[in-house]
């Protein structure tokens, strides 16, 4: 999993809650990436950072915020407007200064139940 | 949205066998790499090829890119336990964003 920690790993919530999920990465990366996974299925972009102060939507944006405060860090807000919030969200990052690279390192996961 | 769909959606096969997954993409791009998910876990980056490669090798894995087909294979060769995951293949959409299939859930029978 890299130098990128997501906490926690399961995460319990009752229904009209905001939730925050926490990414921290070590690796002075300047992007970071936030996915949303389904059961059986693949990875959604939710929204995606590749500066401090900077972050823009992805895919599946809506019911959803986030911060970049912090080179190093990036959490994902899950807000009560989300329908569906349940769900294995995924953190990433990404080097694109320097010596560029195309893949993406990602933590272990978030496993959020909203009931 | 510009996607790679891997074929098949599913596949158990025994220790020692070889596994071979696909995927197809629909636009042009500059590379394609395939990534790798143990049950409950983070992906893993396995491999990436280039547009103007036609095959890369790593250990045990061989990738192929055909670019006229837009599609790609991932062959991992003498299957072990340890190798049971689902595999995703990734190709960029634009300079920032990967767009990730929906993978091949790979089991490998004792």
């Known amino acids: 999993d890299g130098g990128i920690t997501q906490s926690p790993k399961y995460l319990f919530r009752k229904e009209g809650q905001n939730v925050t999920l926490s990414c921290e990465q070590n690796?002075?990366?300047?992007?970071m990436y936030w996915y949303r996974q389904d059961p059986g299925q693949g990875l959604r972009l939710i929204y995606y950072?590749?500066?401090?102060?900077?972050?823009q939507k992805g895919d599946i944006a809506e019911g959803y915020s986030v911060s970049r405060e912090k080179k190093e860090s990036f959490p994902l807000t899950v807000t009560s407007a989300q329908k569906n919030p349940t769900a294995f969200y995924l953190c990433?990052?990404?080097?694109?200064?320097?010596?560029?690279?195309?893949?993406?390192?990602f933590g272990p996961g978030t496993r959020l139940t909203v009931t | 949205s510009q996607q790679g769909e891997e074929d098949p959606q599913a596949l158990s096969i025994q220790e020692g066998e070889n596994a071979t997954m696909n995927c197809s993409y629909k636009?042009?791009?500059?590379?394609l790499q395939w990534y790798r998910q143990n049950s409950g876990r983070g992906l893993v980056h396995l491999i990436l090829i280039r547009s103007n490669e036609r095959e890369k090798h790593s250990g045990r894995l061989r990738v192929t890119l055909d670019t006229s087909k837009k599609s790609s294979s991932l062959l991992i060769t003498a299957s072990r336990a340890a190798d049971t995951a689902s595999y995703f293949c990734?190709?960029?959409?634009?300079?920032?964003?990967?767009?990730f299939g929906q993978g091949t859930r790979l089991t490998i029978n004792p």
């Open positions: 990433a990052s990404r080097q694109i200064t320097g010596i560029a690279s195309y893949e993406q390192y």
């Open positions: 690796l002075n990366h300047d992007a």
């Open positions: 950072s590749q500066i401090v102060n900077d972050f």
């Open positions: 636009t042009s791009i500059n590379n």
């Open positions: 990734a190709t960029p959409q634009g300079a920032q964003k990967l767009v």
